[in-house]
């Protein structure tokens, strides 16, 4: 005879062998294929660099990018996310440093905000508005050489060994690559 208690058993057991099976079907694998850690150390001029982003482009073009922050001169490179490495391959290497757009565009706001103190309204706004950051973003100049960040013109490389793998590169005004052309919008129809 079965009970309600062998039969909530049964059930349980199938339900957590199935469990089991999917997670186990499932692997670590997410699609973004091996990855292997990546690593590295940024300076500018002989000093490391504060703030920035790296970018490593892949020369092959089925292949998927990576990026990483660079805090304090250090950075460490991600395909999918929480530092897991890039696909072993060529890559070019791009890297940006810019003004602090985030303290410009709350200082604008604050600017503005405070010649128009008697407008009502004003005094209850706490977020920076979209336009003051779009104007930052805008007018953010870079900290270091352009060319070092365009993927075109940069002088930087990498080759991921199937390894952990570490690259330091030190960025010079003397050795930089040539600024990138700037697309010229003149001629061409507004929309």
Do not use: H, W
Request: hydrophobic share 35%.
């Amino acid at each position: 005879m079965f009970s309600a208690s062998s039969f909530l058993r049964g059930s349980l057991a199938v339900l957590t062998t199935s469990a089991t099976l999917v997670l186990i079907g499932c692997g670590t694998d997410d699609g973004l294929g091996k990855r292997f850690p990546v690593s590295g150390t940024v300076t500018y001029n002989g000093t490391p660099l504060e703030k920035g982003s790296i970018s490593f482009v892949p020369e092959d073009p089925k292949g998927l990018g990576a990026s990483g922050a660079i805090e304090n001169g250090s950075y460490t490179m991600s395909t999918g996310g929480n530092s897991d490495g890039v696909r072993a391959g060529k890559y070019k290497v791009t890297i940006t440093a810019r003004e602090d757009i985030t303290a410009k565009a709350k200082a604008e706001f604050e600017k503005a905000r405070a010649a128009r103190k008697n407008v009502a309204g004003t005094e209850e706004l706490t977020v920076v508005p979209r336009q003051f950051v779009v104007k930052a973003e805008a007018e953010a100049k870079s900290l270091i050489p352009a060319g070092y960040g365009d993927p075109q013109s940069t002088n930087l490389a990498a080759e991921v060994k199937e390894e952990s793998n570490t690259f330091n590169y030190k960025l010079s005004d003397s050795e930089a690559p040539p600024a990138p052309k700037s697309s010229n919008t003149k001629g061409r129809k507004k929309f």
